[in-house]
């Protein structure tokens, strides 16, 4: 079975960075679109970024200019460079991916179990 394993999550100050990374394992696989998205208690989870497999992007307008995303596609791995970052970007961020899996034939969503974020002083 495939799984994503988000890394990289932790406690940082107001202005300060993180890097996740989210890494797909299993027997194959391949992902096309790989994103992050988020989620604040009593909050609905919301897109941050996402990336096609020839690394077009997009963002949400709340970290654009602040976050990058990117993918090792020879890794399997997904990464999010997080800067100048806010107390509202505290959350739980997700990994998702919309993967390919020979073993059952399937093409659909994958998730993350998350990784907490939280920016405070």
């Known amino acids: 079975q495939v799984q994503l394993v988000e890394s990289g999550g932790g406690l940082v100050q107001p202005g300060g960075s993180l890097r996740l990374s989210c890494t797909a394992s299993?027997?194959?696989?391949?992902?096309?679109?790989m994103g992050w998205y988020r989620q604040s208690p009593g909050m609905q989870r919301g897109l941050v970024a996402n990336i096609m497999r020839n690394g077009n992007t997009n963002y949400a307008d709340s970290v654009k200019g602040r976050f990058t995303i990117s993918r090792d596609n020879a890794k399997n791995t997904l990464y999010l460079q997080m800067n100048s970052l806010k107390p509202e970007d505290t959350a739980v961020y997700y990994c998702?991916?919309?993967?390919?899996?020979?073993?059952?034939?399937?093409?659909?969503?994958?998730w993350g179990q998350g990784t907490q974020v939280t920016v405070s002083s």
């Open positions: 299993g027997t194959g696989f391949i992902a096309y679109r």
């Open positions: 998702n991916a919309d993967l390919y899996a020979a073993v059952s034939s399937q093409r659909r969503d994958y």
